[in-house]
């Protein structure tokens, strides 16, 4: 899953209240909307032992008539042992509202599949994920707290079809914020060797004092250009509470033994 000058008093005012316009629509739109690329929603399943995965990406968040980017933004993610992986985004961080850019909120994780998938039993995994300020919180960049989300996914296999979901809780004591749930699911299938496509519905409770849930409707997949490397994309929109439409475009690569 994502940016005046004027005189004296009125250079003040002014920017004040951009400045708190940019904060107020940050704090509405998730800093991390893109848990399983290109999806809101994510899998189980770990990176490889050994293996390695990077991307290279963009989403944008637009809602209230400005919008909320990340790019470029990139992942990485490390089998460092069986059944777990360590993850880490750095996005670029870009807010309409007031033209900032920067640095945005880093993402720190780890991914641990406990049960493994058999003819009749799902997977079932742990990401908890800690968002790290790294962002300017004045500029609207950044959340200006540590946060995290602690979720539980779960998928299944059958033949071409592939369902995933699951959900969790968000802890977040920044000023204006608030502690929410969130839940979501996903159908996907391979079309051809190369092209997989998918659909999810998204649900997020209020994240902000006063605000309000938010349910979304995506659609999207990857188009593998060669093994080791896709083509990610998404677009969706929200279909109750607060308005938002949502996309993703990025490149995917993998490597490491065996």
């Not at 940019?22 to 770990?46: C, N």
């Not at 079932?124 to 200006?144: C, D, K, Y």
């Not at 079809?161 to 914020?177: D, H, K, L, V």
């Amino acid at each position: 899953m994502g940016m005046i000058t004027r005189k004296h008093t009125c250079a003040r005012r002014c920017g004040w209240v951009l400045t708190s316009s940019a904060l107020i629509l940050v704090l509405f739109v998730d800093p991390r909307a893109f848990a399983g690329p290109p999806f809101q929603t994510d899998d189980p399943e770990p990176v490889g032992f050994r293996h390695y995965e990077a991307y290279l990406f963009g989403t944008f968040d637009r809602t209230g008539g400005a919008t909320f980017s990340q790019v470029p933004a990139v992942e990485f993610n490390w089998g460092a042992v069986p059944n777990l992986h360590i993850h880490l985004i750095v996005p670029g961080t870009y807010l309409s509202a007031n033209g900032a850019y920067g640095i945005g909120d880093a993402e720190f994780g780890v991914k641990y599949r406990f049960v493994q998938e058999s003819s009749k039993r799902p997977q079932v995994g742990a990401f908890p994920l800690i968002e790290l300020p790294t962002g300017n919180r004045r500029l609207g960049l950044g959340n200006g707290q540590v946060w995290a989300r602690l979720p539980l996914w779960v998928q299944k296999s059958y033949g071409p079809w592939t369902s995933y979901g699951g959900g969790g809780y968000q802890i977040n004591r920044a000023p204006g914020m608030k502690d929410s749930l969130f839940a979501g699911w996903l159908l996907q299938r391979e079309m051809t060797k190369r092209l997989t496509l998918g659909a999810e519905i998204y649900h997020q409770e209020s994240q902000t004092v006063g605000g309000r849930q938010s349910t979304f409707v995506d659609a999207g997949g990857y188009y593998n250009v060669r093994q080791n490397l896709s083509f990610l994309f998404m677009a969706g929109h929200t279909v109750t509470g607060e308005r938002h439409t949502v996309g993703y475009l990025g490149l995917y690569y993998t490597w490491g033994k065996g």
